[in-house]
């Protein structure tokens, strides 16, 4: 636990394959019981996310998941990597804690959902994540993205320097990410309650975001010191990264993208 993945050498990956417990959306638009399962290009979704980790060099790749139909699925996989199934929790943000624990790090964290995930775009992360941070996030700029994937609807946090969109992938390079994810841990349960997510980031930090005056990069680094930790941004390559299915809208631009 603690040792550093350089570029090229193998790493441990994380993917997230739970849900709330409600239906999803999207996995009822294709006409199956979990995202991981639905069908593009001839492969299914969990099947393109582990060809892709595993074509990056992951030497061994943990599925959170709680999903019977997924686990079957899962054990019928084949890869270089070793898989194993970790049991999801209530949220992404324990889950991502409990698969930590049970990995260790360096973890590259991703989800079943990233349908376009390419090998490229994992080892340029971690290629371009700074050699003293403790925790990466992948974002992807709005141009980029927009240029990428013109008719996709994604959510952008706007910055002094730009809006940016999440790429659903997460670098947790040492043990002392764990932090960053605890605080990620209180701002999920209070996720109902924008008050004490406020009051926990502080007036000053707020009203910079609100009024244009922070950039990415200093927003991401204050968040990390609340943390404890060193957090870094890391700029997308591919404006391809941003796009994942969160929406039936989602499904088809992507089911354009590979079978179009």
Not at 130 to 147: C, F, K, Q, Y
Not at 197 to 219: H, K, N, Q, S, W
Request: glycine letters at 8%; aromatic letters at 4%.
């Amino acid at each position: 636990m603690g040792q550093e993945a350089g570029p090229g050498e193998p790493f441990q990956a994380l993917v997230l394959a739970g849900s709330r417990g409600e239906v999803d959306p999207v996995a009822d638009y294709a006409g199956v019981s979990q995202k991981g399962l639905i069908v593009l290009g001839g492969q299914t979704l969990l099947r393109r996310v582990l060809t892709a980790l595993d074509q990056a060099g992951a030497s061994r790749i943990g599925v959170s998941t709680n999903d019977v139909a997924l686990q079957a699925a899962l054990r019928a996989e084949k890869a270089r990597a070793t898989l194993s199934r970790l049991p999801s929790a209530a949220g992404p943000s324990q889950s991502v804690h409990e698969g930590a624990v049970a990995m260790g790090t360096p973890l590259l964290v991703t989800t079943v959902d990233h349908a376009l995930l390419r090998p490229e775009w994992v080892t340029d992360f971690m290629a371009d994540t700074p050699a003293d941070a403790d925790i990466a996030i992948l974002l992807g700029e709005e141009a980029l993205v927009r240029s990428a994937a013109p008719t996709t609807k994604r959510t952008y946090l706007a910055f002094r320097d730009g809006r940016y969109s999440g790429c659903n992938l997460f670098y947790l390079k040492t043990p002392a990410s764990l932090r960053a994810i605890d605080l990620w841990r209180t701002v999920e349960k209070h996720r109902k309650q924008p008050w004490k997510i406020a009051a926990l980031f502080g007036p000053v930090m707020l009203a910079r975001y609100l009024l244009g005056l922070m950039t990415l990069d200093e927003m991401v680094a204050r968040i990390g010191r609340l943390a404890g930790v060193k957090a870094a941004a890391v700029r997308a390559r591919h404006g391809l990264a941003a796009v994942d299915v969160d929406k039936p809208a989602d499904l088809d631009l992507v089911r354009s993208i590979v079978e179009g």
